[in-house]
T-cell receptor, first 113, second 115 residues
Framework: SQTIHQWPATLVQPVGSPLSLECTVEGTSNPNLYWYRQAAGRGLQLLFYSIGIDQISSEVPQNLSASRPQDRQFILSSKKLLLSDSGFYLC????????????FGQGTRLTVV | AQTVTQSQPEMSVQEAETVTLSCTYDTSENNYYLFWYKQPPSRQMILVIRQEAYKQQNATENRFSVNFQKAAKSFSLKISDSQLGDTAMYFCAFIVNFGNEKLTFGTGTRLTIIP
């Protein structure tokens, strides 16, 4: 069966520090991968999505970046965090071809102080 | 550009009553899929129901059903016989079929079921 792992679960980082959030999927190959951010009381903002290695689309131009070093690994990074980067970050995967359900990780609560 | 709009930030309803959550979307594509996801206080996202745009018949899953109006680009969720466990954030989502794979979510509706 397929599983998705996202870590860490919580993170408190000072302004200006780097960020690395990791997401891995097991039990499938060539998944679509997504990073979302959910600010307090708000909807899911799509940050990045990837339909394959070296195929990453950015939805929100800001100080975040994403990489996919392996087929089932998706990393969200920042060189210097801002206060506005605080939020709940969710990784998700789907098998693609439109219809299939997206499965989400447990999320990372990031607080930038 | 793909956009999804949920105009009801918060709703509440008495237990056992019926509630309808609204969602509208905008796309120039003809083939796409629509979803409703539920996010309970645990924050785990759960698929509630999905609808293929090429199907005219509205999808149903037990107490959950949708009213899909393609011409109006409307996709509402009806919850019948609401239960306390239905208390959650509900997100409408949209994906274009083939070649795009961008899964876009609305801003969500916070639904509270009152005992």
């Amino acid at each position: 069966s397929q599983t998705i792992h996202q870590w860490p679960a919580t993170l408190v980082q000072p302004v200006g520090s780097p960020l690395s959030l990791e997401c891995t999927v097991e039990g499938t190959s060539n998944p679509n991968l997504y990073w979302y951010r959910q600010a307090a009381g708000r909807g899911l903002q799509l940050l990045f999505y990837s339909i394959g290695i070296d195929q990453i689309s950015s939805e929100v131009p800001q100080n975040l970046s994403a990489s996919r070093p392996q087929d089932r690994q998706f990393i969200l990074s920042s060189k210097k965090l801002l206060l506005s980067d605080s939020g709940f970050y969710l990784c998700a995967w789907s098998q693609g071809v439109g219809d299939t359900e997206a499965f989400f990780g447990q999320g990372t609560r990031l607080t930038v102080v | 550009a793909q956009t999804v709009t949920q105009s009801q930030p918060e709703m509440s309803v008495q237990e056992a009553e019926t509630v309808t959550l609204s969602c509208t979307y905008d796309t120039s594509e003809n083939n796409y899929y629509l979803f409703w996801y539920k996010q309970p206080p645990s924050r785990q996202m759960i698929l509630v129901i999905r609808q293929e745009a090429y199907k005219q018949q509205n999808a149903t899953e037990n107490r959950f059903s949708v009213n899909f109006q393609k011409a109006a680009k409307s996709f509402s969720l009806k919850i019948s016989d609401s239960q306390l466990g239905d208390t959650a954030m509900y997100f409408c989502a949209f994906i274009v079929n083939f070649g795009n794979e961008k899964l876009t979510f609305g801003t969500g509706t916070r639904l509270t079921i009152i005992p």
